[in-house]
């Protein structure tokens, strides 16, 4: 009879670890999220567990959005503006050479100006961010 030739080699030279699941109350996972503090909460119950040491967890600094209701009418007022389209096409005016630069056409690029700097300064202070000079 042939040897018999083992084709799944890899499976059994690293094996999982076994899974375990756990049923939680909302409230229970709330108190394990607190007290994780941050840490994947698998992670936490076994140190907790195994009296293993906490890692330190590595934290982004996202800004928090301090008022969603302004961030949400910019960013209706742009979806429903053509000014991104608008400012394109004076853009590639511009650059092609082909934008008479009259007394109505300054006054419009000066509005869409203004327009992009109030909507910055509602951004910015809706992130809770200084604005400063645009």
Known sequence: MPARTEFNTKSKQSKREAPFSLRLTFDERAKLETAANGVPL???IKCVLFDRELPKVRRRHAAPVKDHRAIAQVLAALGQSRLSS?????ARAVNTGTLPVH???EGDLRKACAAVQDMRQVLLEAF???GGPP
């Open 128 to 130: 809770g961010k200084d």
């Open 86 to 90: 608008n400012l394109n096409q004076m």
């Open 42 to 44: 698998g992670t936490y």
């Open 103 to 105: 007394p109505e056409t």
